[in-house]
Protein backbone atom coordinates (compact mmCIF):
# COMPACT_ATOMS: atom_id res chain seq x y z
CA UNK A 1 0.00 0.00 0.00
CA UNK A 2 1.46 3.52 -0.85
CA UNK A 3 1.53 6.16 1.78
CA UNK A 4 1.53 9.83 0.61
CA UNK A 5 1.80 13.29 2.16
CA UNK A 6 -0.02 16.11 0.83
CA UNK A 7 1.86 19.05 1.38
CA UNK A 8 0.11 22.46 0.94
CA UNK A 9 1.87 25.61 -0.59
CA UNK A 10 0.76 28.96 -1.46
CA UNK A 11 2.69 32.29 -2.66
CA UNK A 12 1.39 35.41 -2.12
CA UNK A 13 4.34 37.29 -2.89
CA UNK A 14 4.14 39.02 -6.58
CA UNK A 15 7.31 36.67 -7.52
CA UNK A 16 7.67 32.40 -7.65
CA UNK A 17 9.73 30.90 -5.64
CA UNK A 18 11.77 27.65 -4.96
CA UNK A 19 10.91 25.49 -2.27
CA UNK A 20 12.72 22.47 -0.20
CA UNK A 21 11.08 19.93 1.64
CA UNK A 22 12.78 18.19 3.53
CA UNK A 23 11.63 15.15 5.89
CA UNK A 24 13.36 14.02 9.20
CA UNK A 25 12.82 10.83 11.13
CA UNK A 26 12.43 10.87 14.67
CA UNK A 27 16.12 11.15 15.51
CA UNK A 28 16.87 13.52 12.76
CA UNK A 29 18.20 11.83 10.40
CA UNK A 30 16.77 13.39 6.96
CA UNK A 31 15.05 10.50 4.61
CA UNK A 32 13.95 12.70 1.92
CA UNK A 33 14.40 16.32 0.10
CA UNK A 34 12.41 17.55 -2.63
CA UNK A 35 12.63 20.79 -4.14
CA UNK A 36 9.51 22.23 -5.76
CA UNK A 37 8.71 25.47 -7.44
CA UNK A 38 6.23 27.73 -5.95
CA UNK A 39 4.04 29.90 -8.62
CA UNK A 40 3.25 33.64 -7.17
CA UNK A 41 -0.46 34.40 -6.32
CA UNK A 42 -1.12 30.67 -6.42
CA UNK A 43 -2.22 27.39 -4.26
CA UNK A 44 -0.66 24.36 -4.77
CA UNK A 45 -0.68 21.10 -3.33
CA UNK A 46 2.04 18.18 -3.89
CA UNK A 47 2.24 14.73 -3.00
CA UNK A 48 4.98 12.72 -1.77
CA UNK A 49 5.30 9.20 -1.29
CA UNK A 50 6.82 7.89 1.18
CA UNK A 51 5.35 4.34 1.16
CA UNK A 52 9.57 3.21 1.62
CA UNK A 53 9.59 4.60 4.88
CA UNK A 54 9.01 2.95 7.86
CA UNK A 55 6.14 3.67 9.76
CA UNK A 56 7.07 6.17 12.89
CA UNK A 57 6.64 10.02 13.30
CA UNK A 58 8.39 12.58 10.78
CA UNK A 59 8.78 16.28 10.64
CA UNK A 60 8.01 17.67 7.33
CA UNK A 61 10.24 21.08 7.07
CA UNK A 62 9.58 23.53 4.29
CA UNK A 63 12.29 26.56 3.34
CA UNK A 64 12.86 29.02 0.92
CA UNK A 65 17.09 29.82 1.13
CA UNK A 66 17.99 30.01 4.95
CA UNK A 67 14.93 30.50 5.81
CA UNK A 68 12.49 28.36 7.44
CA UNK A 69 8.63 28.79 5.80
CA UNK A 70 6.55 26.07 7.37
CA UNK A 71 6.62 22.68 9.63
CA UNK A 72 4.57 20.14 9.86
CA UNK A 73 4.76 17.03 11.66
CA UNK A 74 3.80 13.57 10.03
CA UNK A 75 2.61 10.06 11.39
CA UNK A 76 2.76 7.19 9.65
CA UNK A 77 0.72 3.76 10.70
Not at 10 to 25: G, H, P, W, Y
Not at 40 to 45: F, H, L, P, V
Amino acid sequence: MKTFAIVYTSCTKSADKNVELTISNSIGKIVLIKGIHVTANTKQSISLDLSALPAGAYLINASEKENNVGRMMLMKM
